[in-house]
């Protein structure tokens, strides 16, 4: 508050304010504040922008040309709601996470459990095997991807099987990670409890383990959710053409070639509807935390999360 | 009756490995399986006629023409694969360092000193997270063309009297691009190791008679020396086989990447066994890294007591 009266006392001089604030010893360090800010406007002011354009009358993508939602809604043949391409896109990598989520949460916490708890050496040649598709760089992936499923597994044909097995194959792991964090801090105690009063494994599961489980799955259903939304490069090597291409590959094909702000307009939509939907299940996360009776900040905590499943 | 303890823990371990065995099964068939399918590829042979690669499931048989080749032009000076890995290295280790001048600073501040702004700072870094990597760079791609706002600054600025073309091949749009995209995933695991580094040690620096600075040297940078190289190593990985920047920011020879070559001979349909070759060599050349991450996860996990 101090500095707040100074600084409104010492209105009239801004730059010796800005001197003292800078040269403040007891204070953050202003060199670092002032970096982190410049980096974190680096980071986000070029996707306003991006943002903004979407929203532009004209057809230009770097003058503003007024507001309207043209390119959303009322063009009649390029906008996203009249391009078939751009909405088949918009489907497809929406259809891919949902699939994703469904079936990499059970599997994965199914591998976490049983992982974590299963002692031996093949336990430990499994983790590490989830582990290498984790530092695998996709381009490795999206080749071992194709050339399967066009030599050896003939049945499954390239498309949205074909990349729903892909998204479920790279984020695996990631449930593996954030479960298995929670998995260590529970220990075995709780379900070897259950398993004294009588319950089977699984209820022993089910009953004791999978309820102190819960904000541990939700939010690896919103990383999970988060990647396959984002993944380009599984989504474009096992794509069968327009009908199974996903957001981000339809950037890359027309990004330089053909764009209109239509694709600004198929990018924001997409970047509201992953916030969204991540914002759902943050929310989610935090009330089934808070009625477990887990405390402290919410958003550190589940950065740290986010980190421990990047590392 | 048998002693129903022994019972537990024996059938135990064989119902946690039940638990495991979907997941465990699918990462075999749908992870190993393609990678023995990758090498039979980049071992096997091209139908005369179609052009369509053969492969070679019996490794007896193996072919390594491909191999032969990918090696011949990677060892020959001047050779087109030989100046695309060089390229691949000098822009991966140019991106990597100056993504971590970037990231070490923020992640330091944020995890030291961010006070109660530390939640809406921590909003900011993960938010490229939920932004899909190829919408960041359509947006400096509208950022940077002719008549984009880079140029329109640039000019009011004076530093440039003209428009500039930027996305025609340029290293410097690529490695922008490159740190522009990769930073955020060394900062968060940056900031979560710095942010669990016990500040009692520094407190007894500085009680001893370190200035900031020297604590700063002496005991804060060595402690998170694992961090960094961490980071590094989760950058550097998928940068090695990244293909689109390059694409959408420069799209030109000049600026072809490792990945952009792959790309090539895998989609482009022509020579399939040399792009399978190329990944295969990627992998190897991959493996130094690679294997660090997971010895280093494993010890991690270890202390942790996994």
């Known amino acids: 508050m101090t500095t707040l009266e100074a600084s409104v006392k010492q209105a009239p001089r801004p730059l010796a304010r800005i001197r003292d604030w800078w040269a403040n010893p007891w204070g953050k360090p202003r060199f670092l504040v002032l970096f982190t800010l410049l980096y974190l406007a680096w980071s986000i002011v070029p996707i306003l922008i991006a943002i903004r354009f979407s929203f532009n009358e004209g057809r230009s993508r770097s003058t503003a040309q007024g507001w309207s939602l043209r390119w959303y809604l009322d063009d009649p043949d390029l906008s996203v709601r009249h391009d078939p391409d751009l909405r088949a896109a918009l489907f497809q990598s929406l259809q891919l996470a949902a699939i994703a989520v469904l079936v990499t949460v059970p599997l994965g916490v199914a591998l976490a459990i049983g992982l974590t708890r299963w002692r031996g050496r093949v336990a430990g040649s499994a983790r590490a095997i989830s582990l290498l598709t984790l530092v695998t760089p996709e381009i490795v992936m999206g080749t071992a991807f194709l050339l399967v499923f066009t030599h050896l597994l003939r049945f499954i044909e390239l498309g949205t099987v074909a990349q729903a097995i892909g998204h479920i194959t790279f984020s695996l792991v990631f449930v593996l990670i954030i479960l298995r964090g929670r998995l260590l801090s529970i220990g075995p105690e709780y379900e070897e409890a259950a398993r004294d009063l009588g319950a089977s494994g699984l209820q022993a599961i089910r009953l004791a383990l999978l309820p102190m489980l819960v904000p541990a799955i939700v939010a690896s259903g919103i990383v999970v959710f988060a990647i396959s939304m984002d993944d380009f490069v599984i989504s474009q090597f096992l794509s069968s053409g327009t009908t199974t291409d996903t957001v981000p590959v339809r950037i890359y094909g027309t990004g330089r070639t053909a764009p209109t702000p239509a694709l600004n307009a198929l990018a924001t939509l997409t970047l509201i509807l992953t916030i969204a939907i991540a914002l759902v299940g943050f929310l989610l996360w935090r009330v089934v935390r808070a009625t477990r009776g887990q405390s402290g900040s919410t958003v550190a905590e589940f950065a740290t999360l986010d980190a421990e499943s990047v590392r | ?306």
């Open chain 2, 1 to 306: 009756m048998p002693e129903p303890k022994r019972r537990r823990v024996g059938s135990g371990n064989a119902f946690w490995a039940g638990l495991a065995l979907p997941g465990v099964a699918w990462l075999c068939l749908f992870f190993l399986l393609p990678f023995y399918v990758i090498l039979c590829v980049a071992l096997g042979t091209v139908d005369p006629i179609f052009q369509t690669p053969a492969p070679e499931w019996n490794p007896l048989a193996w072919n390594t023409a491909a191999f032969e080749f990918v090696f011949e032009s990677l060892f020959t000076s001047g050779a087109a694969f030989q100046t695309v890995f060089l390229r691949t290295f000098l822009y991966v280790a140019i991106a990597t360092a100056l993504s971590l001048l970037i990231a070490y600073p923020v992640a330091y501040l944020v995890a030291r000193h961010g006070g109660r702004w530390k939640s809406l700072l921590l909003l900011g870094l993960i938010a490229p997270f939920f932004i899909s990597y190829l919408m960041r760079m359509l947006a400096w791609i509208n950022l940077l063309q002719d008549d984009g706002w880079v140029n329109d600054v640039l000019i009011w600025v004076g530093i440039l009297d003209a428009p500039r073309n930027w996305l025609d091949g340029r290293a410097s749009s690529v490695i922008i691009g490159l740190i522009y995209g990769y930073v955020p995933f060394m900062i968060l695991p940056l900031y979560a190791f710095l942010d669990r580094i016990d500040r009692s040690l520094l407190e007894a620096a500085r009680d001893l008679g370190a200035s900031p600075m020297q604590a700063f040297r002496l005991v804060t940078l060595p402690l998170s020396m694992p961090a960094i190289l961490a980071g590094i190593v989760i950058i550097a990985l998928p940068m090695f086989g990244d293909y689109y920047t390059p694409d959408l920011l420069a799209s030109s020879p000049n600026t072809s990447m490792i990945g952009n070559q792959i790309y090539l001979y895998i989609r482009g349909g022509q020579q399939i066994p040399v792009g399978a070759a190329l990944v295969v060599v990627l992998m190897l050349f991959l493996a130094v890294l690679m294997g660090y991450y997971l010895v280093s996860t494993a010890r991690a996990q270890r202390r942790l007591g996994g």
